[in-house]
């Protein structure tokens, strides 16, 4: 246990460093307030003594009135200090706090490789670390240090003044104390482990939750009426967590009840005790409400450091969890890597497969096996083959969205492993299949993160057969899409956001351009006038084309055809239509529906 607590020390005080660092101000003055709002009881455990003291001596008024001014002054100023720093400037600074430690948490998860991001293990790791903050771990893990050292200061002080009247009752009390704390750790230990249990749950009930209120199911829940279906699963889910809190509870609440028992025999015999003092002579009447008072104190501050150290070890689950996902990096941004080398003509790469084969899951099926082929610069590829054959995959290899099990991909001869990453991915543009624009402006989707050029979108939106659209729009290109980030957003149809996302594709003016089902959603005559366009605009471009409609590999240079997890064949049409009997297998399943 011991062991298990130091662990859980360093990772609190981990966290407070990173905390101190973003915000040092915030930190500190967060600790001066804790430790003036646990040492302020004292004033109102003497003072207090001091003036029944003065009435019951007869002493002079304007003694008792000082003595009662000082204290009202000590508690306005208490008060004041409270409202203005406690209430405003540390609630806004903390909940500010906790935005931009949200913030980082998202930025990491946009930084991971695709294979760790799609791990149940890394998103339940992003939950916990979310959980870490709305938990508001912030404040706990600031006021922890400064309020236990406080609250010791505070035991010292009480069990001085205490010791005043009675060693025995101290010693009483101090027994008694640890004996509630070795129940209360024990029953708060248990609880740290079932807190985290219950946490693995949530990340359950928060799915269900998001497909209930986001939109990835909105029409599907209408038109098959599932939100009663899938309320069935929150309930089952938090009738689970209600399960394991009433098991846990069982177990502890005869220990709880013994708990009770001891700590209130303990204050009212010290009451008592006191009240039979004063009775004797042996204490004034002040002394007995101030004693009073410290026992009350004492048992307050000793349960407050045993909740820290409850709140260390949770803490530190919490803590763990949110260090886990922070620490996570890319496999594959590796630092200082250099660029591809520019080469005369800046459109002209050439990659190749050697002997690639490449598997999503470890120890799953290998998706594609043992490619070997050229991509010579300036070609239009159309990659065909059945469903889940492996196309998609291919495109995610070429963007090294994923590096193969064995084999090497290269790009004009070296290794694609061999360059920094982003200066590789640059030279691609892509509409991937499961393409989406997001709610930021027309402009924002378009250009993204690069400087906007008006005349050349006027001319892409043109030649995608866009821009009249946009001429209707009374903002143009600042018109927002959707209405998550503006109530006047335009929703656009299917066809309308696969435009915006060709032209997202041709703005970046990359040497190769990947298009993954780019058609999908637009009609046949469309498709056609923007199939043209994208070739026209192809030129000198090498590009990959996926699409299930058969007109693809006559329009392309080359047919890449993927069959048997493998690229079985390379060439044009006809080469491949006249050799490789599965192609023509395939081809001819299909042509005799356009017959
Ligand atoms: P295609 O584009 O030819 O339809 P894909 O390349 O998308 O096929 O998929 C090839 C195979 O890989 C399929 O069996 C699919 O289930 C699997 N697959 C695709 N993406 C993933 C992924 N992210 N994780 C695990 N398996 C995947």
Redesign the pocket.
């Known amino acids: 246990l011991f062991k298990r607590f130091w662990d859980a020390c360093r990772l609190n005080f981990n966290y407070l460093g990173e905390l101190f660092h973003e915000n040092p101000a915030f930190v500190i003055i967060s600790w001066v307030t804790t430790t003036i709002q646990t040492l302020f009881p004292l004033v109102n455990i003497i003072l207090p003594k001091l003036v029944i003291d003065a009435v019951i001596a007869g002493g002079k008024a304007d003694h008792v009135v000082l003595l009662v001014l000082i204290l009202f002054a000590a508690n306005a100023a208490y008060g004041l200090f409270n409202a203005f720093i406690s209430s405003q400037y540390l609630a806004v600074r903390g909940s500010l706090s906790c935005m931009r430690f949200l913030t980082k948490i998202s930025r990491k998860a946009a930084e991971l490789d695709l294979a760790q991001a799609?791990r149940k293990e890394t998103r339940d790791k992003m939950e916990m670390a979310r959980n870490v903050i709305y938990r508001g771990i912030h404040n706990d893990i600031i006021q922890l240090v400064s309020g236990t050292i406080s609250a010791l200061a505070m035991i010292a002080t009480t069990i001085g003044l205490l010791a005043s009247a009675s060693l025995w009752i101290v010693g009483a009390i101090v027994a008694t104390s640890v004996l509630c704390t070795v129940i209360n750790f024990r029953i708060e230990r248990d609880n740290v482990d079932l807190e985290c249990e219950n946490e693995t749950i949530m990340t359950q009930l928060n799915y269900y939750e998001a497909v209930l209120q986001g939109k990835k199911f909105i029409k599907e829940i209408r038109l098959y009426n599932l939100g009663g279906w899938i309320e069935m699963r929150c309930k089952e889910t938090i009738d689970r967590i209600r399960k394991n809190i009433t098991a846990k509870n069982r177990k502890w609440s005869g220990w709880r009840a013994a708990e009770s028992l001891v700590s209130n025999t303990m204050n009212y015999g010290a009451y008592l005790t006191y009240a039979l003092m004063a009775l004797t002579g042996t204490i004034t009447l002040g002394d007995f409400t101030m004693y009073f008072q410290a026992v009350s104190s004492f048992r307050s501050n000793f349960n407050h450091v045993l909740s820290a150290f409850a709140k260390v070890l949770l803490n530190a689950e919490y803590i763990r969890a949110y260090r886990d996902f922070m620490d996570l990096s890319s496999e594959m941004i590796t630092a200082s890597l250099p660029a591809p080398a520019a080469t005369a003509d800046t459109d002209a790469h050439t990659i190749s497969f050697d002997d690639v084969s490449f598997r999503?899951?470890q120890d799953g099926p290998l998706?594609l096996e043992h490619v070997s082929l050229t991509i010579a610069p300036h070609q239009v590829y159309a990659i065909v083959?059945e469903?889940?054959?492996?196309?998609?995959?291919f495109l995610n290899l070429l963007c090294r969205f994923y590096d193969p099990v064995s084999g090497t991909i290269r790009i004009d001869g070296q290794p694609i492993q061999s360059f920094d990453i982003q200066a590789y991915r640059n030279y691609f543009g892509a509409i991937f299949q499961k393409f989406d624009n997001i709610s930021f402006t027309l402009a924002d989707n378009i250009a993204l993160d690069h400087p906007f050029d008006a005349s050349t979108v006027d001319t892409l939106m043109q030649n995608v057969g866009m821009l009249d659209y946009v001429n209707t729009l009374p903002d143009r290109y600042q018109t927002y899409l959707n209405k998550d980030l503006d109530d006047d957003g335009v929703m656009l149809s299917g066809g309308q956001n696969q435009r915006i996302a060709i032209a997202r594709a041709f703005y970046r003016n990359a040497p190769f351009l990947l298009l993954d089902e780019p058609t999908s959603a637009l009609d046949p005559m469309a498709e056609d006038a923007l199939i043209r366009f994208i070739l026209s605009q192809a030129a000198g471009k090498t590009v990959f084309y996926v699409s299930h409609r058969l007109a693809s590999v006559h329009i392309a240079d080359k047919v890449l055809y993927?069959h048997n997890h493998t690229v079985e064949d390379l060439g044009t049409h006809k080469e491949i239509y006249a050799r490789n009997e599965s192609y023509r297998a395939f081809y001819d399943a299909q042509a005799k529906y356009f017959k």
Do not use: D
């Open positions: 799609e999503y899951v998706v083959g469903n889940g054959s492996g196309k998609t995959t993927i």
